[in-house]
């Protein structure tokens, strides 16, 4: 099957079909038709193309001028054509364009007719399925995000929540410790009172020796008897004491 004058490329938000101006001297000079659906343009590339013009076309001899505006790219430019010339371009035999070159160059329209309607539906397909892409990223990037704020609003309640399990625990440890301190120290009291009461028991044994002792040697003796007494020597002499009887 031979290869259609009007062949139809798609592109990421468009379609488009390529044309081949020729000049008399055999100079060719390519453009592109492009639509998204809505919309034709011619999409061409010439060197110093100004960023706004208004420049005409021919179809059958017969002008009309279109909006030019430069691209991003450079020395890339698209002239977006107006309803009345694309319904010139689909009943037209001949394309001419006198700028586009050092001479003017044209193209047959053959079969453009049924060419710009098959690329406008291509064009159209084309939006649709990137306005459906769009939509699912679009989509996914909201999940993401929602997911993103559900995970930060998480994190934050866990990093709280963690934050006051630790708050509450040293809180515990510091109560911990204050009551161990506090046993602590009433231990240690508990122990000096001990040591202070088993002192004074001492000091009271102690006392309660001498006081015995003293009552032992001192008069009275253990029991109530007197400790015995010491006798004097006989006498040398012979001397005895008188013994005296009671009347």
């Known amino acids: 099957m031979e290869a259609s004058a009007w062949a139809i490329t798609p592109e990421d938000a468009a379609c488009h079909t390529d044309l081949e101006l020729v000049s008399r001297s055999g100079a060719i000079a390519p453009i592109a038709l492009i639509s ?10 010439k060197e110093g193309v100004p960023s706004q013009a ?7 001899g017969r002008p009309f001028a279109n909006l030019v ?24 035999r001949t394309l001419q364009v006198a700028w586009l070159a050092d001479e003017a160059v044209s193209a047959s329209l053959s079969g453009a007719g049924q060419g710009i309607a098959d690329l406008k539906v ?4 084309v939006a649709g399925q990137r306005r459906v892409r769009e939509a ?21 309640q866990l990093a709280a929540a963690r934050a006051q399990t630790a708050a509450a625990e040293a809180e515990h440890q510091r109560v911990a410790a204050e009551a161990q301190r506090a046993q602590a120290q009433a231990d240690e009291l508990s122990a000096e009172a001990e040591q202070t009461r088993q002192r004074m028991l001492a000091d009271q044994e102690r006392q309660r020796a001498a006081a015995a002792q003293q009552v032992y ?25 008188r013994y005296y009887y009671p009347r």
């Open 36 to 45: 998204d659906g809505e919309h034709v343009a011619l999409r061409f590339a």
């Open 54 to 60: 208004f420049l005409p076309i021919r179809v059958d």
């Open 69 to 92: 505006q430069r691209t991003g790219e450079e020395g890339l430019a698209v002239m977006n054509l107006s309803d009345e010339t694309l319904a010139a371009l689909r009943r037209g």
């Open 122 to 125: 291509c064009g159209a397909q």
């Open 136 to 156: 699912e990223l679009d989509a996914q990037r909201s999940r993401a995000q929602t997911e993103a704020r559900a995970k930060a609003v998480a994190d934050e």
């Open 217 to 241: 040697y001192g008069g009275g003796g253990p029991y109530g008897y007197a400790p015995p007494q010491p006798q004097a020597p006989p006498s040398p002499y012979g001397y005895y004491p």
